[in-house]
């Protein structure tokens, strides 16, 4: 009788220890699932909303605004990029004074996509930027900068956000860490779920049809 009394004792002990340890882990994925679900809130409202604009792009209007500047080029400047387009050097970058003149005069700043091309009687600059898209050209025979910016209104720009097209590293990071911040919220939320699961019998049939959905219209309707 003490035997059994004092296996039964150590028997409650461990289910109290395993009790206590789920409560504890339960409580750390809902700490986790909340903190997620904080950061991914406002991002995963925008990318779902310009998730809708950017696959009806081609069925949204857009009327791009385009700014236009031209004007003479100061003859030193001009005189030091004809020197160096006689190099013949195609891929070489804007000298430091060039860049500084551009962002003086103009407010245009070369970013890291920026493409300098040069050839005997012209330098071209390409301009990429979210939303629409610029480019600057030095005429060297005449002395003449042109300039020109367009812009694709809002919707293009935040569709450009969604894909990270043209945005900079930065943004490029931001991405990154919000994905990490959607996969713990989702990880998280399916623990959860798995913790509710037996009170709830409808956790695993909804859980499988939010797969099989996508999986069948991929399988039956897009063209691999």
């Known amino acids: 009788m003490l035997i059994y009394n004092d296996n039964h004792y ?38 779902s909303i310009t998730g809708i604009t950017l696959n009806h792009a081609s069925q949204i209007e ?54 300098v091309e040069w050839s005997a009687d012209e330098v071209y600059i390409s301009l990429p930027k979210a939303g629409g898209d610029a480019w600057a050209r030095f005429s060297l025979a005449n002395s003449q900068f042109e300039y020109e910016s367009t812009s694709r209104g809002v919707i293009s720009l935040l569709n450009d956000l969604h894909k990270g097209r043209h945005t900079g590293v930065v943004w490029q990071w931001f991405i990154d860490v ?36 996508p999986l069948l219209l991929v399988v039956f309707f897009v063209h691999i």
């Open 178 to 213: 919000f994905a990490i911040a959607c996969v713990v919220f989702s990880l998280t939320g399916l623990f959860i779920l798995q913790q509710h699961a037996r009170r709830r019998p409808m956790v695993w049939p909804l859980v499988s049809t939010g797969l099989l959905i």
């Open 62 to 115: 857009a009327k791009p605004k385009v700014e236009r500047q031209e004007l003479a080029t100061p003859q030193q400047i001009n005189q030091q990029l004809q020197t160096l387009a006689e190099q013949d050097q195609t891929q070489q970058p804007l000298p430091s004074n060039v860049e500084q003149w551009l962002i003086n005069q103009h407010g245009i700043h070369l970013s890291a996509e920026s493409q």
């Open 10 to 47: 150590h028997l409650n002990y461990y289910l109290l220890g395993v009790n206590l340890a789920k409560a504890s882990l339960l409580k750390q994925l809902y700490q986790w699932h909340w903190i997620s679900s904080a950061i991914c809130l406002v991002g995963m409202l925008v990318f």
